[in-house]
């Protein structure tokens, strides 16, 4: 309709491109508002729940993540006061900057800070005094799982830190996370060795742009295959380990096969501009 729309008014010289440019900005204005966010948001957790009921296991809805990269304080606040608890940042400086805002820490006193993009070991000290932090999802090495685990000792805290071992089931170079074949040892040696840390569960980031009508998204059974061989080879309950995968294209998808934890972006915040790597 928008585009039919733009016909309509515009010369004949405009073209495809013009026209999925002026979509594009549509979209981003469109989407900019905090009521857009609001919607966004109500829009999420009512497919989450329409999904989780058809589950015929169990019926418990999974963890819902904001993921508020580059976006500002204002709609952190407004969904805040909507009921929304985790959020998730990928950059350092941006968990640090939003997570020490005087205005988050007046109105948003029980905000849950999921750090979920890579983390170089010189940055961990700092991820680990942002307020607020509930978990890090992306946990990939034992160097980093040992420097985290000294870090948070170092602070002296109460409770151990809660993380996640992300997995790279696409073995895709460009992404983080340890291979499928590693992942009881690493578990293991977290858990052995790491005993400041809280390890609930395994992440993934599946393919992008997976297309589902070509059967089950191989990179989410992976991981399901990943916690099955965890609880057998450890003697685990499987509801002791979470499963993190699913954004905002496959969310659904993932939560059928079993994601307890799901991060969307764009379909609560609307279209985001690319931001250049920490």
Not at 133 to 155: C, M, Q, R, Y
Not at 185 to 200: A, G, P, R, S, T
């Amino acid at each position: 309709m928008f585009i039919k729309s733009l016909l309509s008014i515009c010369k004949p010289t405009l073209t495809l491109n013009n026209l999925i440019s002026l979509r594009l900005n549509y979209n981003k204005k469109k989407m900019s508002t905090l009521e857009n966010v609001i919607d966004g948001l109500n829009d999420v957790r009512c497919r989450i729940k329409v999904v989780t009921q058809k589950q015929k296991e169990c019926c418990v809805e999974p963890r819902l993540v904001a993921v508020s990269k580059t976006k500002p304080i204002e709609h952190i606040i407004g969904i805040y006061q909507k009921g929304q608890r985790h959020f998730g940042e990928n950059y350092v400086q941006e968990l640090i900057a939003k997570s020490t805002d005087a205005e988050i820490l007046e109105k948003c006193q029980d905000i849950k800070w999921h750090f979920i993009g890579h983390i170089q070991k010189n940055k961990v000290s700092k991820v680990l005094m942002a307020p607020g932090l509930h978990v890090i999802e992306t946990i990939d090495s034992e160097k980093l799982a040992s420097a985290v685990n000294d870090g948070w000792k170092k602070l002296n805290k109460e409770n151990k830190l809660k993380i996640m071992i992300q997995v790279n089931t696409s073995n895709e170079k460009e992404k983080s996370g340890i291979t499928t074949d590693s992942v009881v040892d690493f578990y293991k040696f977290i858990v052995d060795k790491c005993d400041h840390l809280e390890l609930i569960g395994l992440m993934t980031i599946g393919q992008y742009g997976y297309d589902c009508s070509q059967g089950p998204n191989p990179d989410f059974l992976a991981l399901v295959d990943c916690k099955k061989n965890v609880c057998d080879k450890l003697k685990l309950n499987p509801s002791e380990i979470e499963l993190s995968m699913g954004m905002s294209d496959d969310f659904e998808h993932a939560i059928e096969l079993g994601s307890t934890n799901v991060r969307v972006g764009s379909s609560i915040f609307g279209f985001r501009p690319r931001k250049e790597k920490q």
